[in-house]
């Protein structure tokens, strides 16, 4: 089985503030998260408000995503000690949970290559050696009605001078697809900087303009993505 990621969207409580709620997951909550055993990675991305999404990007406030290697670790989360003493008893105070799902990514572009010409070093950045990086997350469920793939999905990152660029569909071993808003893929990309993201989407107003029709009816948010390890 190839490796597992297992994303899960989240809205804050209502009673907190945003700030309050962004706080609190990252420390003590995502201090916590240090501790569970078997998890390869570990990132929390917090939505930021940007005027190229419309009113619906506030539908969550942030995307858990965390890396297993199999579906026994899968199902070894659920007895961990960490989780269940601290984490799992955590949750209530601050959030709520949305959606869950178990994915497998197809990385279309890990990064940039030095023969591009870019000569802001571009081609040095890789997402996984980042604490701190922008992304776009697309929540693709059943309902809509147009297709949420472009013919040249890989043509429509580098237009818009992604740095990277995943979509992510669901592990058939453990995600429920037989759901009417079951989730049938995630896409991301990521920017290393907000001005990089504003002037990718400038440099290619077609580009931006397909991709967010293709999420019609389903979601799209722009967020800081965090990552513990």
Known sequence: MSPIKMFVTIRSKPHLSKQQ???????????????IRNLT?????????TPHLGAAQA???????????????VAGLSTDKAYRDYLQADEPNFVENIGLSF?????????????????????????????VSLKLIQVITNVG??????DD???IGQ???????????????????NEPSAIVAIRQLWWPTYTAFETGISQSQTAWQELTAQAAGRYS????AERFF
């Open 21 to 35: 709620f962004h706080d609190h997951w990252r420390h003590p909550h995502g201090t916590w998260g240090r501790g």
């Open 41 to 49: 990675s570990y990132v929390q991305s917090h939505r930021m408000d």
């Open 59 to 73: 539908e969550l406030d942030g995307v858990v995503e965390v890396g297993l290697e199999n579906a026994e670790d």
């Open 103 to 131: 994915m497998n990514e197809d990385v279309l572009r890990s990064g940039e290559r030095p023969t591009e010409g870019h000569s802001d070093g571009r081609w040095l950045w890789r997402e996984s050696e980042q604490p």
């Open 145 to 150: 009605e147009e297709p949420w793939k472009s």
């Open 153 to 155: 999905e890989r043509a």
């Open 159 to 177: 237009a818009l001078a992604a740095t990277r660029h995943v979509i992510a569909t669901p592990d058939p071993a453990l995600h429920p697809m």
């Open 221 to 224: 948010g722009l967020f800081q």
